[in-house]
């Protein structure tokens, strides 16, 4: 059975950081795209970040480059979003997804729907 467990979500003031966590089990971590995405209130859920396993490849939205840094750690199946600077717009609940090699791509990473398998979610609120 595929699970993954979101972690590390929490109140951080403006121009704070964060770390998130995303541990997965009972799935071959070799060439995979992890995919992590934000689902604001009343917004749709938007890809910020998307990593590769097999290359390191990764991607970001604009609005966080710079401020964002996904990793993995490919001995363990983690991945990990690091946030920094973070910005009262970056409150959301954030969801990490496992996804197919071939989805980390340039032009495909963003794309949720490619995304096989999904954690729960882990609520990040930016306030003073």
């Known amino acids: 059975q595929v699970q993954l467990v979101e972690s590390g979500g929490g109140l951080v003031q403006p121009g704070g950081s964060l770390r998130l966590s995303c541990a997965a089990s009972?799935?071959?971590?070799?060439?995979?795209?992890i995919g992590w995405f934000r689902q604001a209130p009343g917004k749709e859920r938007e890809g910020i970040s998307s990593i590769r396993t097999g290359t390191g490849t990764s991607f970001y939205v604009d609005s966080v480059k710079g401020r964002f840094t996904i990793s993995t750690d490919n001995t363990k199946n983690n991945a990990y979003l690091e946030m920094s600077s973070v910005q009262y717009e970056d409150t959301a609940i954030y969801y990490c997804a496992l996804g197919p090699g071939w989805a980390g791509t340039a032009t495909l990473w963003s794309h949720n729907v490619l995304y096989e398998f999904w954690g729960q979610g882990t609520q990040v609120t930016v306030s003073s």
């Open positions: 009972g799935v071959t971590w070799d060439d995979r795209t």
